[in-house]
């Protein structure tokens, strides 16, 4: 059967994931009585719930006796390393944009690295139904960021088309007719993308995505480079400095038909399919056959830009509500962590109780917090950090990022104003319709751990923030942080509502009556810039005498809830955010005060 290979490249929220679910609908992929779920490649729960995809897959459609397989690719620049690999599996691209907001900085990054790699992109430009939409100037819009990212003439001679995935209608009129559904998109899928190169010589394939199954062990996921494969085959596995991995047997060949694998007997060159049966063998690595000695060059990762401390959980209610607490368990997940996640790396500390694990941003650490924490595991985190670096010259280079705000125009002036006290330089400024404005920043990634939720508050959640890293420049000098200290529990025991009720006026409070607290957790904002410990656990003084007034119930204001992005984004370097299954706590580093005490006088001097 004829083959062609596709990935899907849009920004965050763009409709991506939609439009694959009315390619497989629409591609009689689903029985017309089955049941599907809505955004059905996002089936990890994260990914439900974020409304974002986190990790790459495959699927597929048959279209006029062609199989069209479809890479469906993470949206946000923190996740990266998944796109990397995933443009070497294929041999076209559709570039969806939005008929409002145009080409975004994720976008830019993708399209940037597909054009890299020679893919003729086809560009669809999704949600023109939108009122604000102005489908005109996204055109030029994505042939200025082609050109920019110099395309060769050929991939600057890209066909259009207009739709609307969620109704499940693209078009070369942005009128429609909309009868027609998704066909002309299928259709010239079959005219414009080529089919698959492939070369001559054994079995070789370069592995791209990993995942762990419970019945089949390792599966890895890649496209046939040359060759073909069948079930019981030796394979053996090459790093990509060409030294031997292991050796072994295929147990099983999966293939991507429609939303389920099925098991084939045979897999040519060209498909993109998952082998079963190897124990060892990960992502960039070769498989190929016993007499292959040299193995295939993968696509080079992007460096990590942001780093974290993993710490063995050692607070009062250590092991309380986890039952993953260890430092040898903590150790093996991150580990198997960074196997399937090329963009991860991991490093043991020297006490061997924590580990440095640095990532392309929050987001993609926050995300692999939050999938730890619903597996059982107990665990302190520190607040994010750059990773620096020294030139030739012996200068310090830090990561800079490119930043897109959207903004209503009333709340642009405080955002300007807290951009540049971030060490951030304008380099745009121009309207976006409907009374917005859309500001262009390069910004120190220091200055922006902590922000979105500040931008927020300061914009009454109406604006929008995009990023993406730039590149490495020179040190730009210590940014100011957070302005509030914090109030700090003195004791141990449960949260007392009288005794919260005495302390509002000393500031907000995180936790609600109740919770359990110890010496040292964090309990409050300060409405001052120092931290101040406090007792929350003091409660109301009973006499015997009933008087009018005296027993009313006392009213609370709500408390701030910390959620996990939230708080990683707020601590400072001196505290600790505590994760287990079910609750989220800020600590300092030393819980006892005589520690910290002696801890400050070490940084002064």
């Not at 370069?206 to 890895?220: H, K, M, Q, S, V």
């Not at 400095?241 to 295929?250: M, N, V, Y």
């Not at 957070?482 to 004791?491: E, F, Q, T, W």
Request: charged share 30%.
């Amino acid at each position: 059967m004829a083959l062609r290979n596709i990935a899907i490249i849009a920004h965050v929220d763009h409709g991506k994931t939609t439009l694959v679910d009315e390619l497989l609908k629409q591609s009689g992929s689903f029985r017309e009585n089955q049941r599907v779920a809505e955004r059905v490649m996002d089936s990890n729960d994260l990914e439900k719930e974020r409304g974002i995809t986190i990790l790459a897959k495959a699927t597929s459609v048959e279209w006029k006796g062609v199989r069209i397989n479809i890479v469906d690719t993470p949206g946000h620049a923190d996740f990266g390393g998944e796109v990397e690999r995933i443009l070497s599996m294929v041999d076209g691209a559709i570039v969806l944009v939005d008929a409002s907001e145009g080409p975004m900085p994720q976008t830019k990054f993708v399209v940037g690295k597909a054009l890299k790699v020679g893919l003729r992109p086809i560009v669809a430009i999704n949600k023109i139904d939108r009122p604000d939409g102005r489908h005109e100037e996204v055109i030029n819009e994505v042939f200025d960021l082609f050109a920019n990212l110099d395309a060769t003439d050929e991939q600057l001679d890209f066909p259009i088309l207009y739709g609307s995935g969620r109704d499940g209608w693209m078009n070369y009129n942005p009128e429609g007719p909309k009868d027609e559904g998704l066909a002309p998109l299928l259709d010239l899928v079959l005219k414009h993308v080529p089919g698959p190169t492939v070369e001559e010589g054994p079995f070789r394939m370069i592995g791209t995505i990993l995942e762990a199954n419970p019945f089949l062990g390792r599966i890895i996921t890649g496209r046939i480079a040359s060759g073909s494969i069948k079930p019981n085959q030796s394979v053996k596995v090459l790093g990509q400095d060409g030294k031997l991995i292991e050796t072994g047997r295929i147990s099983k060949i999966l293939a991507f038909r429609g939303i389920e694998r099925q098991p084939i007997e045979d897999a040519q060159a060209g498909d993109i399919v998952a082998i079963a049966g190897l124990s060892k063998g990960t992502v960039a690595d070769t498989f190929c056959d016993p007499s292959v000695t040299e193995a295939m060059k993968a696509q080079p990762i992007d460096p990590p830009t942001v780093t974290m401390s993993f710490i063995v959980n050692d607070s009062p209610l250590a092991g309380t509500e986890g039952d993953k607490v260890t430092s040898r368990v903590i150790r093996d997940r991150l580990f198997k962590e960074a196997e399937g996640n090329v963009a991860l790396k991991i490093e043991e500390a020297e006490g061997k109780d924590s580990f440095f694990v640095s990532g392309r941003g929050e987001l993609q650490l926050a995300v692999l917090i939050e999938t730890m924490r619903r597996e059982g595991f107990e665990l302190a985190v520190s607040r994010p950090r750059v990773v620096m670096h020294k030139d030739e010259s012996g200068n310090l280079m830090e990561p800079i990022e490119e930043v897109v705000i959207d903004v209503d125009e009333e709340h642009s002036g405080v955002v300007v104003q807290k951009m540049s006290e971030r060490k951030a330089e304008m380099v745009e400024l121009r309207p976006s319709g409907g009374n917005r404005l859309r500001l262009r920043f390069y910004a120190p990634t220091r200055g922006l751990i902590g922000y979105q939720s500040e931008l927020l508050t300061d914009t009454r959640g109406t604006a929008i923030m995009n990023r993406l890293f730039h590149d490495y420049q020179p040190y730009k000098g210590p940014i100011g942080g957070r302005v509030n200290g914090v109030l700090l529990s003195n004791g141990s025991g449960e949260a007392v509502a009288y005794a919260m009720f005495n302390l509002e006026d000393r500031g907000p409070m995180i936790i609600e009556p109740g919770e359990k607290v110890y010496q040292g957790m964090i309990i409050g904002i300060h409405s001052r810039d120092n931290d101040l410990e406090v007792n929350v656990l003091k409660g109301k003084q009973l006499t015997n005498i009933r008087a009018a007034g005296k027993d009313e119930a006392v009213k609370l204001t709500p408390p701030i809830r910390m959620t996990l992005d939230r708080a990683l984004s707020w601590i400072q370097d001196d505290e600790l955010m505590e994760v287990t299954p079910k609750s989220i706590r800020l600590r300092k580093m030393y819980l006892d005060p005589n520690d910290r005490k002696r801890y400050e006088k070490s940084k002064i001097a």
